[in-house]
């Protein structure tokens, strides 16, 4: 078991919806309490990441300006504070940053630095701190009215920077097969599996943090995913809904459900107390 330690937690650099923080008190609970190697392969703001402790760590996610961001901290701090720093919460420079990406040659054109200054400017200053792109995969969450917002956390920046350094995060922006296929998963290892929640209902279906959705399917092929860790001697700890599919997918695993408080949705709605699944392969 892992105690949340306040004082030394870092505090994740964005929100991300699904963001982990509020009930990270209890989720770290259910955690091994000596950690070799820590594997994340959906790791979004990475509040598990940053509190947990362990000896070295892989992270992954599916979206390549998220893992801008993280690579900027690590290795670009001062490129990235500059940059920063030149953006300003003004609503026309807000949407000339985020028609960077309608640039066929936005990737070519555009340093991992600018692409991670870009996404962290964007959700400090856009509505409800949400990430949220069109069909084309276009950044369109629209400008938020706020008071105020620290575009340029430098403490949270440089904690962050100095954490993902000292333990040398290796960070990878891979679907999260491509994690196990590509062998970054040791038999050491425990993995902490927080993937697009199963909807409850079809109309709480929000799943779009990159082109694609995440469906039924793809729940069945995470926990098909989950049967080759445990079949390798790999623990594992899943965060997912308590949609039926989810208890019927992950029966033969130890399943608790916690009373988790979620902070942003696509709506804005539905905050507040809600429940959520703890799904594990390990005993205590
Ligand atoms: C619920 S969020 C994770 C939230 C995170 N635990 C936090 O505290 O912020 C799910 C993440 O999975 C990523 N994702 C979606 N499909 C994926 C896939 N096939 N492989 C890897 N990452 C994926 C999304 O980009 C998103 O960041």
């Given at each position: 078991?892992q105690?949340?330690?306040?004082?030394?937690?870092?505090?994740?650099?964005?929100k991300?919806?699904?963001?982990?923080?509020?009930?990270?008190?209890?989720l770290?609970?259910y955690?091994?309490?000596?950690?070799?190697?820590?594997?994340e392969?959906?790791?979004?703001g990475?509040?598990?990441?940053?509190?947990?402790?362990?000896?070295?760590?892989?992270?992954?996610?599916?979206n390549p300006?998220?893992?801008?961001?993280?690579?900027a901290i690590?290795?670009?701090?001062?490129g990235?504070?500059k940059?920063?720093?030149t953006?300003?919460?003004?609503?026309e420079q807000f949407?000339?940053?985020r028609?960077w990406?309608?640039?066929?040659?936005?990737?070519?054109?555009?340093?991992e630095t600018?692409?991670?200054?870009?996404?962290?400017?964007l959700l400090?200053?856009?509505?409800?701190?949400?990430?949220r792109?069109?069909?084309?995969?276009y950044f369109?969450t629209?400008?938020?009215k706020?008071?105020?917002?620290?575009?340029c956390?430098?403490p949270?920046?440089?904690?962050?920077h100095?954490?993902?350094?000292e333990?040398?995060?290796?960070?990878?922006?891979?679907?999260?097969?491509?994690?196990?296929?590509?062998g970054?998963?040791?038999?050491?290892?425990?993995?902490?599996?927080?993937?697009p929640?199963?909807?409850?209902n079809?109309?709480?279906?929000?799943?779009?943090?990159?082109?694609?959705?995440?469906?039924?399917?793809d729940?069945?092929?995470?926990?098909?995913?989950?049967?080759?860790?445990?079949a390798?001697?790999?623990?594992?700890?899943?965060?997912?809904?308590?949609?039926?599919?989810i208890?019927?997918?992950?029966?033969?695993?130890?399943?608790?459900?916690?009373?988790?408080r979620?902070?942003?949705?696509?709506?804005?709605?539905?905050?507040?107390?809600?429940?959520?699944l703890v799904i594990?392969?390990?005993?205590d």
């Amino acid at each position: 078991m892992q105690i949340y330690d306040p004082e030394t937690a870092v505090r994740p650099f964005v929100k991300w919806v699904g963001g982990k923080r509020r009930s990270l008190p209890v989720l770290m609970s259910y955690m091994p309490e000596h950690i070799d190697t820590y594997v994340e392969p959906f790791v979004g703001g990475g509040a598990m990441l940053f509190a947990l402790k362990f000896k070295k760590a892989v992270i992954s996610d599916l979206n390549p300006e998220l893992i801008c961001a993280y690579k900027a901290i690590r290795d670009d701090l001062e490129g990235l504070k500059k940059l920063l720093q030149t953006f300003k919460y003004d609503k026309e420079q807000f949407l000339e940053v985020r028609a960077w990406d309608r640039d066929n040659n936005f990737l070519e054109n555009r340093t991992e630095t600018e692409r991670g200054a870009r996404l962290i400017y964007l959700l400090k200053t856009c509505f409800n701190g949400l990430y949220r792109v069109s069909g084309k995969g276009y950044f369109n969450t629209p400008f938020g009215k706020l008071d105020n917002p620290n575009i340029c956390d430098v403490p949270t920046l440089e904690r962050a920077h100095a954490f993902l350094n000292e333990k040398q995060v290796e960070i990878l922006n891979l679907d999260y097969n491509e994690v196990l296929r590509r062998g970054y998963i040791t038999k050491d290892a425990v993995v902490y599996l927080d993937p697009p929640y199963a909807p409850l209902n079809r109309t709480s279906y929000f799943t779009s943090y990159a082109i694609g959705d995440f469906t039924d399917c793809d729940q069945t092929m995470l926990r098909d995913y989950c049967d080759v860790l445990n079949a390798n001697g790999i623990r594992f700890l899943e965060s997912n809904s308590t949609a039926p599919i989810i208890f019927d997918l992950y029966r033969k695993y130890a399943i608790t459900t916690l009373n988790a408080r979620r902070s942003i949705n696509s709506k804005g709605t539905g905050r507040g107390a809600i429940k959520e699944l703890v799904i594990r392969n390990y005993a205590d």
